[in-house]
Structures are given as C-alpha cells and as structure tokens.
C-alpha cells in the first residue's frame, strides 16, 4: 500500500497491487494503475482522467437518488471493457430493506443493456452529502461477479478521495462454480 498526498481537491489516492490477481489483461485498468504508480498528477487529477470522469458523472447520477427515507443521495459509475458507461443511483423503500444501493443500480442496468458478458473496468462511487462512501459489502459481492479484479475502484473515504483496485476491496469474494 502506498499513498500519495496529492493536494487540495483529492489529498489521499490509495493504491495496493495483489500479485495473486495479476493476469487480467485490462488495458484500462492497467493504465490506470500506471498513472497512479508512477504520476499521480497527470491525466487530468491525481486519481487519473477516467476516474474522474466516472466520479463526475456518478455526481450527476446522485441527483437523481430516491431517497426520501435517508437523504444520502448517492451516485454510481462502471466503465465497462467495452468502453461504455453506465450509471446508477440508489432508490430507498419504505421497507427499507428493498433498498438498492447505486453500485447494484448501475450494474442492474449495465447487464439489461449490454448483456451478461459485459466486463466492469472501471468504477467511481460518489454522494451529494460529503460522506465517506465506499461500496457496501453486499454491492462488493454483486459486482465481483463482473469486476475485473484490477479495476480501479473510486469512492469518498475518511481521508478523502481514494482509489484502490477491486481486489482489494474485496479480497475474498463467494464464487461457486458456473454450470
Ligand atoms: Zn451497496
């Protein structure tokens, strides 16, 4: 693990490499990780232009948030391998429980229009109440079923904006075999 303090804006990007995942062949991802490693102001913000991208347009996604419930509108968005991105953001229940998170929204919705084949390279979590935010366990688990496990994943944290590769968010994900 090595952080890089980058300055006003986004002070902390946090970065991990797992050997164990490193056959992946995500061109995007890989570059990514580069900007990150070797110049963390470059490419448009110290987290690097995709993310920040994908954090720009996971803040418009959160003005669309339902949540009447908790006012925690949040925003979500996956670049997928192909190139494409989608959004999502997250709709409360009266429930409570039924709740889907943006991170499950965006990914719901990537599968409905682009297929089940679809890869996630990329992903940025964001919120319109500076909170920390980094994805819930439940939506970690829902999206290592399509993540690339070097997808560089941005989120609000304690210290600020981070990125950090999916596997390391989630170091330990539940498979089962596919039929
Ligand atoms: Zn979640």
């Known amino acids: 693990m090595s952080d890089a303090h980058a300055g006003a804006g986004f002070p902390v990007v946090s970065y991990e490499r797992r050997g164990m995942y490193s056959g992946g062949g995500n061109a995007l991802a890989s570059s990514f990780m580069q900007t990150v490693e070797n110049k963390p102001e ?22 669309h948030s339902y949540s009447p419930y908790s006012g925690f509108k949040v925003g979500a968005a996956l670049k997928l391998g192909s190139g494409e991105i989608v959004t999502g953001t997250n709709v409360e229940n009266a429930s409570y429980g039924l ?9 719901v919705r990537a599968v409905a229009i682009f297929g089940p084949e679809i890869r996630v390279a990329a992903a940025a979590v964001a919120n319109l109440n500076d909170a920390p935010s980094p994805p819930c366990g439940a939506c970690r688990q829902a999206l290592a079923e399509f993540m690339l496990p070097e997808a560089p994943v941005a989120f609000p944290a304690e210290d600020g ?14 498979e089962k075999k596919r039929k």
């Not at 470059?42 to 003005?63: D, F, I, N, T």
């Not at 709740?99 to 990914?107: D, H, P, S």
């Open 42 to 63: 470059s490419g448009g913000g110290p987290l690097g232009a995709v993310l920040e991208e994908l954090l720009g347009l996971a803040r418009e996604a959160a003005r």
């Open 99 to 107: 709740t889907v998170c943006a991170e499950r929204a965006a990914l």
């Open 161 to 174: 904006m981070r990125a950090m590769p999916f596997s390391a968010l989630l170091p330990m994900a539940f």
